[in-house]
Nanobody, 124 residues
Framework: QLQLAESGGRLVQAGDSLRLSCTAS????????VGWFRQAPGKEREFVSA????????DYADSIKGRFTISRDNAKNTVYMQMNSLKSEDTAVYYC?????????????????WGQGTQVTVSS
């Protein structure tokens, strides 16, 4: 069974940077597309970014495009999301998920394995 664990979330100041990690166990992550989603207090969970199995295709939500970068290291069974120029509106619990469709999806229904989430808080 594939299990995912996010790490790297913490309290930062507006304008700071963070790198989130999504590490898999139980099975290789190398054949899965991976997505990052986030859920802010009182809001629905939303798509943030996604990457295909070998990293040559990525997608980003308009709200973070140009500030966040998704990447992966299949040798380490890990997907990363570098977040720069953080804003208070980026405050959320961030989740990674492994895709059950070919490539990746921008919709939650395309993912079958989810981590527990990591809290990112951006103070202004």
């Amino acid at each position: 069974q594939l299990q995912l664990a996010e790490s790297g979330g913490r309290l930062v100041q507006a304008g700071d940077s963070l790198r989130l990690s999504c590490t898999a166990s139980g099975r290789s992550l190398s054949s899965y597309g991976v997505g990052w989603f986030r859920q802010a207090p009182g809001k629905e969970r939303e798509f943030v970014s996604a990457i295909n199995w070998n990293g040559d295709s990525t997608d980003y939500a308009d709200s973070i495009k140009g500030r966040f970068t998704i990447s992966r290291d299949n040798a380490k069974n890990t997907v990363y999301m570098q977040m720069n120029s953080l804003k208070s509106e980026d405050t959320a619990v961030y989740y990674c998920a492994a895709s059950i469709v070919v490539g990746y999806s921008t919709e939650e229904v395309g993912y079958g394995y989810w981590g527990q989430g990591t809290q990112v808080t951006v103070s202004s």
